[in-house]
């Protein structure tokens, strides 16, 4: 699989307990395939509006901050914070930017996320589906696919 950006940083959304919003943690992963397809679509009103996907793809062979191991989302939901700092997951809804995060926060509200992003002059990119495909194939062909707007 051919790597073309440097870094992409997924944010792994939960609940905080504490206050009942979603806060964000961000993970770092570095070598990774991205795509960007821009285009419009016209409604039947005749409003034209702006349609950006996105495609990531993270190879098996690529490096995650601090070593951390892949959960499925179901499983990851179930985590403290504490132990969140060891893993990371897709799920829908979660948000990504292209390039590493270098704010100091370890976790994020999304109104802090979109600030940052918006201040970086960062695309903040939505999952809305993914897929885990990391069996099968060689190991080249493997990875996680990640899409979203």
């Known amino acids: 699989m051919i790597t073309n950006v440097a870094a992409v940083t997924v944010f792994n959304g939960r609940l905080d307990k504490g206050t009942r919003r979603k806060i964000c943690i961000p993970t770092v992963i570095r ?7 821009k285009g419009s679509t016209v409604a039947n009103n005749g409003v034209w509006s702006d349609d ?4 990531i793809r ?13 959960m499925r989302d179901l499983g990851y939901a179930n985590l403290d914070n504490e132990e969140t700092e060891k893993y990371w997951t897709i799920q829908k809804g979660d948000l990504v930017i292209r390039g ?19 201040e970086q002059g960062l695309d903040l990119i939505r999952i809305t589906e993914y897929a885990d495909n990391t069996f099968g194939g060689s190991a080249y062909t493997r990875h996680w696919r990640i899409g979203g707007k």
């Open 100 to 118: 590493e995060y270098t704010g100091g926060n370890p976790l994020l509200y999304e109104d802090e996320l979109a600030a940052y992003a918006k």
């Open 52 to 55: 950006v996907q996105y495609k």
């Open 58 to 70: 993270v190879p098996l062979s690529a490096e995650i901050q601090d070593n951390r191991e892949y």
């Open 31 to 37: 070598g990774v395939s991205y795509v960007e397809g």
